[in-house]
């Protein structure tokens, strides 16, 4: 009885673990395939406040940007 219970307990830990790095791996390959931000939509971002920007302040932004991830 009280060796199934800890089977059970065991095996739900276990099955939680496996499944947090899996969807860990799985999210850090698709951001990675798929950015949220590129160097495009930091230009269009700043032309919309009215800036033409370099493409050094672009590269610096998008270098920041990485940074956080």
Excluded at 15 to 22: D, E, K, R
Excluded at 45 to 57: E, I, N, T, V, W
Aim: glycine share 8%; aromatic share 6%; no cysteine.
């Amino acid at each position: 009885m009280f060796g199934d219970i800890l089977l059970v307990l065991i095996g739900l830990i276990v099955g939680a673990v496996i499944g947090f790095l899996i969807s860990k791996k799985v999210t850090q390959k698709y951001l990675k395939e798929n950015p949220p931000i590129n160097e495009k939509m930091i230009e269009a971002l700043m032309s919309g406040m009215g800036r033409k920007p370099s493409q050094k302040q672009v590269r610096q932004t998008m270098n920041q940007m990485k940074r956080y991830m």
